[in-house]
C-alpha cells in the first residue's frame, strides 16, 4: 500500500483515522503474534501513545510535538 504524497503519508492516515484508534488495533494484533519476535517488537509506542492520550496527533495545528 503507498501513501501518494499529496495524502500527507501513513502518520497523517493516522492522525485522520485517530490516535486511539491506531493504538487499540495496534495492542490487537500484537496479542495475536505474541510468539513471534521479541517482546519489545510487540509493543506500541511510547510517544504513539502518549499522543493518543493526550488526544493530539503528529499534525498537530499548534505546532510540532517534539518529545520531552
Request: no cysteine.
Amino acid at each position: 500500500i503507498g501513501f501518494p504524497a499529496f495524502r500527507g503519508g501513513p502518520l497523517k492516515y493516522a492522525d485522520q483515522i485517530g490516535l486511539p484508534s491506531v493504538v487499540k488495533e495496534l495492542e490487537s494484533i500484537y496479542q495475536l503474534s505474541q510468539n513471534k519476535g521479541s517482546a519489545a517488537e510487540r509493543q506500541v509506542s511510547e510517544l504513539l501513545k502518549k499522543y493518543a492520550a493526550e488526544g493530539s496527533g503528529f499534525y498537530s495545528l499548534s505546532g510540532s510535538k517534539e518529545p520531552a
